[in-house]
Each structure stands twice: as C-alpha cells, then as structure tokens.
C-alpha cells in the first residue's frame, strides 16, 4: 500500500502564499509521487477563505501548539487578529489528510500554519525561531509525519522503511 502525502499546494507551483506566489519545489521526487497519485495537493490558508494575496500574519510569541490551545494568538502585520481563519485552516487541513489517508505530510517552511521546524518570531522582522504553525502540530499530534520541503530525503527514507521498497534517487530529486 502506497503512503499517500499532503502537500502544500504552494510547493506544487500553485500561486496561493500570502503574497501571492509559489514556493515551487516540485523536484523530480514530488512528480513522480503525483504521477503516482500519492500525493494530495492542499492550501490550509485558501480551504480556509483567506485570500490571496493577503497580509503577512504571524504567531505572536509563541507557536502553533500554543496557538492551538488557546494560549496564543495569529495576528497580520496590521495588527488584525486572524487566529480563528489560522485554526479553521488547521482543521481543514487535518480533516483533508485523514479523509483522503495521508500518513504524512510535505509543509511549507516557516509559515505560521505549515511551518515545521521554524515559524517568524511574532516581530515582522524576518527573525525566524524553532517551532511549528498550526497546521503542522495539529497534523502531528494526530499521528500524521511531518516534514519541510527541506526534508525531501528523510522523506523518501520514511516512505521506504514504511513500505519496505527502496525509491532510487534520480537527477532533481532533492532540488530545493
């Protein structure tokens, strides 16, 4: 059985960032995986209603764990408080991985919903800081492996181990 993959749908070239833009990284790997239809193409931010472009919003003092338990807060660089839109978000995502049997996820970095090994410090000064958005806890508190388009080759090693096949590298597979 093949390990089905959520991915933000920004790494597949798909213009729906904050600013509007891609984050494309659609190396060799991620082709094949959608050729393969193992892979789910998701935007937790647009699921959500947010639009595109919209304003950089970050977790103020805390991260996505906090966050999802009620002891912090999203807000804009506007100062408008969006952590409800960031928390829809997340469960949209969570509800998109388990409805559709990913058992892992492919998130954008940095983001204060995908991000999961760094999010921004909640300053809106370009400091990044250890921890996860919204939707990366939720998804792995709930059992779903997460990882950053920087981590496409412990990815591939997940997916080996789990379905006990190995997945050559090919030219591209870890461009970043």
């Known amino acids: 059985m093949i390990n089905k993959i959520l991915v933000s ?6 213009k729906v960032r904050y600013n509007g833009s891609a984050k494309a990284h659609l190396s060799a790997q991620l082709s094949r995986w ?17 639009p595109v472009p919209r304003p950089p919003a970050e977790i103020m003092l805390a991260d996505g764990k906090d966050v999802m338990h009620g002891q912090a807060r999203i807000i804009e660089n506007s100062g408008q408080d969006v952590t409800e839109q960031y928390l829809l978000a997340a469960w949209l995502a969570l509800r998109t991985a388990q409805t559709s049997g ?22 809106f000064s370009g400091v990044r800081k250890a921890g996860m958005g919204v939707a990366a806890s939720l998804l792995s508190d709930n059992g779903i492996a997460v990882f950053s388009e920087n ?3 412990e990815l591939i090693a997940w997916i080996e181990e789990r379905e006990g096949q190995k997945i050559s590298p090919r030219k591209g597979d870890y461009a970043g």
């Open 102 to 123: 990913c058992s892992a996820a492919l998130l954008t970095e940095g983001s204060p919903t995908c991000g999961s090994q760094f999010i921004y410090d909640g300053s």
């Open 151 to 153: 981590q496409i080759a």
């Open 9 to 14: 749908a920004c790494l597949m070239g798909f």
């Open 34 to 50: 959608q050729q393969e239809q193992r892979l789910v193409i998701h935007c937790p931010e647009l699921a959500a209603g947010l």
